[in-house]
């Protein structure tokens, strides 16, 4: 009898399982995206996002204007035509938005602007990988392996353009996110310190994480 039990509740497990890799699916992102999207690009970027859209406000246009009108453009890099979506049970939960870095990343211009060129140095210390630029979950759908499942899309879409792996940039401050790509493979290349002018963060450092795609030399 206790066996015909565990081995009920083992199918329950699996029945569950499988329920809920239904209930996750991938589609293109739509400009009708471009509220919730605006909110992950922030999650995804310490908060920085939204002091920059502040400072881009014109008179009358609140900070989280200018970041949905950025992810509504058809052009440019946080534009919803990059954005990849995952859906739970028919809502948008999350979204993965990347691209190439080069083989011969360019050197780094004079004007670019002070907060951007810590970012920067470390994103061309990852040349020939697929660079995640955005990874996020929403709140209430955190802790259900959807960031993992992004990850590997990730992971799916670097090797399907010959990459030799996948980085990606977070603040030595989000414990959370250092644990989900360390449990991913990912290992830690480099640190430079934040500039922060007036956008209040916990962190000291931006940490530079990078992941060799299977096949690859280390």
């Excluded at 002091?51 to 900070?63: F, S, V």
């Excluded at 959370?176 to 990912?186: K, P, T, W």
Aim: glycine share 10%.
């Amino acid at each position: 009898m206790q066996s015909a039990l565990n081995c009920s509740a083992s199918q329950c497990a699996k029945d569950d399982s499988e329920l809920m890799q239904r209930n996750r699916t991938f589609r293109p992102a739509t400009i009708e995206d471009a509220n919730v999207l605006a909110e992950l690009i922030n999650y995804a970027g310490e908060g920085m996002p939204l002091y920059l859209w502040g400072q881009m406000a014109e008179p009358g246009e609140a900070a989280w204007d200018v970041g949905c009108r950025r992810a509504a453009r058809e052009e440019g890099g946080f534009s919803y035509r990059n954005a990849t979506i995952i859906e739970h049970d028919g809502q948008c939960a999350g979204c993965l938005i990347g691209y190439e870095i080069s083989d011969d990343p360019e050197p780094i211009p004079d004007d670019l602007p002070a907060m951007f060129v810590p970012l920067q140095e470390l994103e061309n210390l990852a040349p020939s990988t697929w660079y995640i630029n955005v990874l996020a979950v929403r709140p209430r759908f955190r802790n259900q392996g959807l960031g993992t499942k992004l990850l590997a899309l990730a992971e799916e879409t670097a090797q399907g353009l010959g990459k030799r792996g996948m980085s990606v940039i977070v603040s030595d401050a989000n414990l959370g996110a250092h644990r989900l790509y360390e449990r991913s493979g990912y290992n830690e290349r480099a640190r430079r310190l934040m500039v922060k002018e007036n956008w209040e963060n916990e962190g000291r450092s931006w940490v530079l994480l990078t992941k060799i795609a299977k096949g690859e030399a280390g």
